[in-house]
């Protein structure tokens, strides 16, 4: 059964630094497309980050050059690494696994953890 | 980068009803458009890819249609679950943005 569980979120004070990572369980992370998508509270989704399985990155560009998605192949696990942060970063962060295959749908949120709340407050 | 506005932004209706909800692109993105699920307190479930293509397990009351960049959502006949938040994401370029969803309450 495919499981993903964040964790790392915490409250952090502007111009912090944080790393968000995600446990994966019955897929492996490294083989897979994966994403990184935020909700700040009462509001809408945005996409942050997605990593492919050959491991090329793109990122939104509220985010650019602050924020770094990873993994690491031995833990099977995703990390979000967060810099620079700012009061508008605060929001719930979730990790999700995309479709994969080889269609465009491939990079397609399919299977999503249940979110880490990160607040960057003074 | 691509914007995507949904209308409208909330919608009451009652069980039983037929709603539809609107996703616009701002430039043309062919079928690759995604539309998601969220219920209070959950995570986004996703409930149909390329625009039109039902993922496995959704209830055959939803379609999706649409193609460049206009695209809907149906639900043809509402059931309690079905009362939630709703958001469409393009998949064409990065960024891969969302609408800013639209809001289904009980009438």
């Known amino acids: 059964e495919v499981q993903l569980v964040e964790s790392g979120g915490d409250l952090v004070q502007p111009g912090g630094s944080l790393r968000l990572s995600c446990a994966a369980s019955?897929?492996?992370?490294?083989?897979?497309?994966m994403n990184w998508v935020r909700q700040a509270p009462g509001k809408g989704l945005e996409w942050v980050s997605i990593?492919?399985?050959?491991?090329?990155?793109y990122y939104a560009d509220s985010v650019k050059g602050r924020f770094t998605i990873s993994r690491d192949s031995s833990k099977n696990v995703l990390y979000l690494q967060m810099d620079s942060l700012r009061p508008d970063d605060t929001a719930i962060y979730y990790c999700?696994?995309?479709?994969?295959?080889?269609?465009?749908?491939?990079?397609?949120?399919?299977?999503w953890g249940h979110g880490t709340l990160v607040t960057v407050s003074s | 980068a691509i914007q995507l506005t949904q209308s409208p932004s909330a919608l009451s209706a009652s069980v039983g009803d037929r709603v539809t909800i609107t996703c616009r692109a701002s430039?043309?993105?062919?079928?690759?458009l995604a539309w998601f699920q969220q219920r209070p307190g959950k995570p986004p479930k996703l409930l149909i890819c390329?625009?039109?293509t039902l993922e496995s397990g959704v209830p055959s009351r939803f379609s999706g249609s649409g193609s460049g960049t206009d695209f809907t959502l149906t639900i043809s006949s509402l059931q309690p679950e079905d009362f939630a938040t709703y958001y469409c994401?393009?998949?064409?370029?990065?960024?891969?943005?969302f609408g800013q969803g639209t809001r289904l309450e009980i009438k």
């Open positions: 994401q393009h998949f064409y370029d990065y960024p891969h943005t």
């Open positions: 990593i492919y399985d050959a491991g090329y990155t």
């Open positions: 019955g897929f492996t992370v490294s083989n897979n497309f």
């Open positions: 390329d625009a039109s």
């Open positions: 430039q043309g993105i062919s079928r690759s």
């Open positions: 999700a696994r995309a479709r994969g295959g080889s269609d465009a749908h491939k990079t397609v949120s399919q299977f």
